[in-house]
C-alpha cells in the first residue's frame, strides 16, 4: 500500500507479459534500463548486447545487478523481442534502425537519433540523419506532452536529459500563455558527472571534477534543437557541471511581456501537471528542500518543478530537476513505453527514492 | 521477472495484510522504515509519531514521500496496530516498552534497547536498562544468525550498522572454525554521516564533515558489546568517518592460529550464505567493483562480503559492505520482521540499488 | 622567484611593520584572516577575539592553525593596534563602530555593515543602520573598482562573495559600454557551503547538503543592493547551493542592445584588468579548465573571469569564480587594507592554489 | 610574523640561489614540485619537461599556475642545472640516471626507483632494477628518519605516500622500543583519488570514484617494502580508497608485547617529534578535529600523527594523516633537498593550510 500514489491510467494490455531486450546495455543508461525492466511487471527480460562486454556478466558492469545470471550478448546476435531498447552511442540508432524493427514491432530509443522531427534539424544540430524516412513516425517520449500521439507507436524517442528538466519547467508558461516565444528565456543548468557517460576521461575523472563548477557548452548546446521543436521558442541555454552524479536541475530565468501573479504561475503549474503522475510541484514551504532538487528524485522518475516569482524586475524563476537517467532517459523510455503498449502507465517505475541520500 | 533473484523462503502468512505504524517516523532510520513499509505488500502503514513535527507531512521532513497525505502524529497517541516499529533515540524504547505492547502485538525496535542480552551488559557498555524483564524475549534480528528464533518473537531488537557489518564478515570464519575468539582480530570501520542522525552538530555540517577520514571512538565503541555477544569473541574496533552520506563498510583484519587456505576461505563464506537471500559474495574478479562496497549495495537491503588472503603474513583480509539505513537499520528490520510473522522473507526489500551512484 | 607574477604596485609604507588583531576571529571567515596575517611581511598579528572560544587556542577552532600558541580573547578586552579586522556578524560592526575606532586607527569591516553608501539603502535592504554618519567615508573594498579612493581610508568594507564575484563579471562590460544598464541582467551564482558560516543547522548537516543542487534566496538576495550600487545597474539574482565547501561561480547571461563581437568582448576585460594583479582572464582554450572555475583559485586571492558569444540569441554568458572566503571575503580586506595603508599590494596574498584540489 | 612556528635549522647556504628543474612536470606530484619551487626563497627554477605537452603553457595543465609564461619543454633537451627534481613514472628515473647527473649534481627523485636499499627488494617487489650501483648512495627523503645523511647527498629518494603516512606513524614505538619487530601490526591506509595520477581510467572517473570506500591493494601492496626497510619490521597493509583528492591517512593498530600506558605512549611520540618542524602531534583534545585527520594538513607539508590505547584489547590505534601530494610526495622532496643542500629546512614549505576546507 504505497503512501505516494503513483499510479497512472491503465491500459488495456496490463496484464500482458512482452519480451524486452536491451541493445547498448553496457552504458549507463543501458544499466539503468537493466534495471528497470528487470523489476517490471510486464516485461520478460530476454537480453542485453554490449560489443565491449559481450559474454561477461551483467553485475560485472553494473555492480547494483550483481548475482543476476544474465550476460551481455554481442549486438549483432538479435534475438526477436517484443520490445527493443536501443541505449547507443548517437549515430548507431539511425543506422541500424532496420535491423531493430527485424527483430522487434516497437522500437524505444534513447539516444538522440529520433528525437527531432525533420532532417533539417539533424542537418543543423548533428551531423545530418541516415534515416530520415522513420523521424516522421517517432514519437518524442515525454508522455506529459505526448501522451495522445504515444499509444500504438513504433518507434520512441527519449528525450535528452537537459531538454527534458527544462521543457519541464518551462511547458506550463507556454500552456498558459504566460510566454509565447518572443522573450529573453535563460535556462541555466547543473548537471552530474554521469552525464558524461562510462568512457574514462580526463576532465570526467575523480581528482578533476570533484568539487567543480565547470562550464561545458555554454552556448549551442545540441539540447536547445528539442527544446526548441517541443515548445516552440527559443531558449538561451548554458550547461555547468556540478558535483553530483545523477541529476540535471534546470533554472529558467524568464521576463513575460504581461505583468503575472503568483496565482497566475500557480494556476498555470497545476493545470499543466495536476494529473501527472510524475510530475512534482514544489514551490516553497517549510523544511529544508522547499524547491525542486536532484537529490529529492534521485533513483525515482519523479521530475520535481517550482518556480518563485520576482516582482521587482518582473522575472519568474522557474527550477526543475531530474535524476538524467531515469526521467532523463530510461525512466522516461520505459515511461513511454508503458503508455505505448497500454500497460499500466506507472509500472515499473514505483521507486521512491531515498532520503538521505548524497551526491544522488 | 526480476533478473536477480532475491527470493527467500516464504512464510504461511505471505498473504496477510496487517498494519503497522513507526514510532519516531522523523529520523533517517524511520524515514528509512517509511519507505520500506509504504512499499511493502504486506503491510498497511496506519502512523507515524514524531514529537518534533506531529501534524506536519512526512514529505516535508523526507523529501523522497513528498506526495504523500500522511501526516505525523503525536507519539501519546498510539494506535492499536498489528506491529510497531520504534526508531526512537536509545533508551526511549527501553521506558516505552510497555506502551509499544499495548499498542501491537509484536515490537520491532531499532535502537539499542533490546540488542544486548544481560542487564550486566547494559550495565557495563550503556547507563543501565529500565526494563531487563524484557531481554529474554527479544531476538536479535540478523537472520543470518537467528533464524531459527525468529518466527513467532514478539521483539525483535534490530542490530547496529556498525556490529551489523562486523558480524556479517566475520561470522563464517567463526562457523568453520578458522577463528575461535582467542585471535587478534582487527575490525577497521569506515561509515557515513547519515550514522550521526539527523540533528545538526558542528562536526557533522557540509564544511566540516565534507572530504573527512575522521578517527571517531577509536577505542570502545559500543558495538564491540554486540559483535562480542554475537561471535563469541572480543574484536578490536576503530571507526572512521569518511565521505559519504550511506554506507558503512568494515575491514576485518585477523590472524588464523592455523594455516588456512583461500579454499577453506571459500568453503567458509558459501556454507554460511550461499541460501542468504541478501549476501553476496564478492571476492575480487574483474571490472571496476572487485570486492564489497557501499555503493554497490546504497539504498538496498544486500550485504556484500568478501576476503583475501595475504600468505606472507597470515593474515586474511575480510570485507563486508552495507547501507546503515537499510541493511545495518531499518532493512534489517522489515527482514527480520517478515521473518518473525512468517511472510515472504524479502517482501519489501527488492529494490536493486544504482549504478552509477555518488556518495549513495 | 614565483613563476606566477602577483606584484603589484608597492606603496610608500612597504617596509613597516602594524600590529592587528581580527574581532570575531572564531568564523570561517575570521580564521581566513587569522591565516593571511599569520603569513602577511607587515602585520604583527597582535591577538584574536571570539565571545564563544574566549582562552582556548585558536588551533583548536581552525585546525590548519594548530600549533600557534594564540589563543582568543574576550572582545570586551580590545588592546590598542594600528588596524582592526572585524569579521563579525551583521549588525556587530555597526553598534561596535566607535570602540573599533577607539582601538584602532584603520578598521576593515567583512560584514555588510559598511558596504553600503546609504542609510536609505539599509532600510530598503536590511533593518536600517545604527551609525549612519560613518557611511560616507567607508570604501568598497574592491581595489579593482576603488583603487584610487582606497588609500588614507580609516573605514574598509569588504564587499560580499556573491557580490563579489558578480560585480567582477560584469564591470568591464559596463566600463566598456556594451551594457547601460536597461538591459535584463541574469546573474545565476552557485556557492560553497563555507557561505553558510560555522554555526550548525539541519539544511547545512553533511547528510543533507551533500551533493545539493539548492536554490536558496532565488529572488531577493541582499547582495543585489550592492551589485547594484556598484554597477549602477539592477540584476536579477539567483544563488544555488552546490556540493563544494569554497567558492562562488557567477553565470551571467546578458543580451546587449547593439551586436556585440568576440573583440569587443576582449577588449572590455583586457581592458578592465590587463593591470591587476589578482584578477585572471580565462575564456576557451586547450585543457580540462578552459572557464573560470572556483577550484582553480580555491585558498588564493584571486578572481577569474571569462566569458562566450551566443550569437544566435545576442547573449554574451559571463563567467566569474572566486573563492569565497578569500577574494570573497578575507582575501579581499587583506589586499584593500594593503592598498589603504600603502604596503606592496599583493603581500601576505601569493598562495598560488593547488592542482589538483576537490571541493575546494 | 607567522603564528605558527615552522622554522627548522638553517644551513650554511640559506642564501644561494640555485637553478632547478623538474623532469615530469605535468603529473600531479610534478604540478606540486613546480607549485612549490616557483615559491622558494633558494630556487630559480629554470625549466620543466613534459613529453606530452611539450610546447604548452604549464597553465593549460595545472590551472592553479596559469598566468605563468612557463612552458614545458621536451625531456630531450635537458639543460644543466643544480638540482634535479625527477617526478617521472616508476623505471624511468633508474634507466636516465646518468642522463640526469650530466645535467645536476643533485637529483632529487620522486619515483619508487632508488626508495629501496637493494636490487634483491627490486627483485623481490618490482621488475627488478637498471642501475643497481646508484643504490648505495640514495638517501630515502624523510628528514624525520634521515636528517643525518641527507647532508651533502646527491641521489635523495622520495618516499611513498602511503608508507610515509605509515612510517611515520609507527617510528615512535619501534624508536622507543614498544614495538621490535614480532608483533602483528595492521597498517590501514585512506586515500584520495590523486594517488591514481593524472591519467584517465574508468575506476577513477568522477561517476564510479565518487563515494566509494573501496578495497584496492588489500594484501601485497609495494609500499609494505620500504615500510619494512625504513622500520625493520614487517606490516600488514591494505588500503581503501575514500572520497578525497588529496590526503592519505593511516590507521595502525598495533599489540605490543608488553602493557604499556599513556605516558609511555607520550614520552615515545614527544622523543620522536618534539623538535621536528613538520609534525603536528595531535591526540584528543576538544573540537572537532580531534586527532590527525588530512583535511588539517591539506596542501600542506605538514604530517599529524597521533594516538589512542585501547586497555582492554592491550591495543594502541596509532593515527597518521598527510596530504600525499606534498608531505608524501613533492613536499618531502623539498624539505629533503632543503636539507641535503644546507638551506634552512623549511624555506618554501610554510603554507599553513585551509579551514574550513573539502575533500583537500
Known amino acids: 500500500m504505497p503512501i505516494v500514489d503513483a499510479d497512472g491510467a491503465?491500459?488495456?494490455n496490463a496484464d500482458e507479459t512482452l519480451s524486452a531486450t536491451v541493445v547498448g546495455g553496457s552504458g549507463f543508461a543501458g544499466g539503468e534500463l537493466l534495471r528497470l525492466l528487470a523489476g517490471h511487471p510486464n516485461f520478460d527480460l530476454a537480453g542485453a548486447t554490449s560489443r565491449e562486454y559481450a559474454g561477461k556478466s551483467v553485475g560485472s558492469v553494473h555492480p547494483?545487478?550483481?548475482g543476476t545470471d544474465l550476460r551481455f550478448s554481442d549486438p549483432a546476435d538479435l534475438d526477436s523481442v517484443d520490445v527493443l531498447f536501443a541505449a547507443t552511442p548517437h549515430g548507431v540508432s539511425m543506422e541500424q534502425i532496420d535491423d531493430f524493427y527485424e527483430a522487434a514491432d516497437t522500437v524505444v530509443d534513447l539516444s538522440a537519433d529520433f528525437r527531432l522531427n525533420t532532417e533539417a534539424q539533424y542537418e543543423e544540430w548533428y551531423d545530418g540523419h541516415d534515416a530520415p524516412e522513420y523521424l516522421d513516425e517517432a514519437v518524442y517520449a515525454l508522455p506529459e506532452l505526448h501522451r495522445e500521439e504515444l499509444?500504438?507507436?513504433d518507434l520512441v524517442a527519449a528525450g535528452g536529459c537537459n531538454a527534458t528538466a527544462t521543457i519541464l519547467g518551462l511547458y506550463p508558461l507556454f500552456e498558459a500563455g504566460i510566454l509565447d516565444g518572443d522573450e529573453q528565456i535563460v535556462a541555466d543548468v547543473k548537471v552530474g558527472s554521469s552525464e558524461g557517460?562510462?568512457?574514462?576521461?580526463?576532465?570526467?575523472?575523480?581528482?578533476?571534477?570533484?568539487?567543480v563548477v565547470r562550464p561545458y557548452a555554454p552556448t549551442g548546446h545540441r539540447h536547445e534543437a528539442e527544446i526548441e521543436q517541443e515548445l516552440g521558442a527559443s531558449v538561451s541555454f548554458s550547461a555547468h557541471a556540478v558535483d553530483m552524479v545523477r541529476g540535471a536541475a534546470a533554472t529558467c530565468h524568464v521576463f513575460p511581456d504581461e505583468p503575472v501573479s503568483n496565482g497566475d504561475l500557480w494556476s498555470a503549474f497545476r493545470g499543466a501537471y495536476d494529473e501527472e503522475p510524475f510530475v512534482r510541484l514544489q514551490s516553497g514551504g517549510s523544511g529544508v528542500y522547499r524547491y525542486p532538487e536532484p537529490k529529492a528524485v534521485a533513483g525515482t522518475n519523479y521530475a520535481e518543478v517550482g518556480f518563485e516569482l520576482d516582482p521587482g524586475n518582473e522575472r519568474v524563476v522557474v527550477f526543475s530537476a531530474i535524476d538524467n537517467l531515469v526521467k532523463g532517459t530510461a525512466g522516461q523510455a520505459v515511461h513511454a513505453a508503458n503508455v505505448a503498449l497500454g500497460l499500466e502507465e506507472t509500472a515499473g517505475l514505483d521507486f521512491q527514492g531515498l532520503h538521505p541520500v548524497g551526491s544522488p
Chains 1, 2, 3, 4 share one sequence.
Open 10 to 12: 491503465t491500459g488495456a
Open 64 to 66: 547494483n545487478l550483481r
Open 151 to 153: 499509444p500504438g507507436a
Open 197 to 211: 557517460g562510462a568512457s574514462a576521461s580526463k576532465a570526467g575523472s575523480h581528482a578533476e571534477r570533484s568539487g
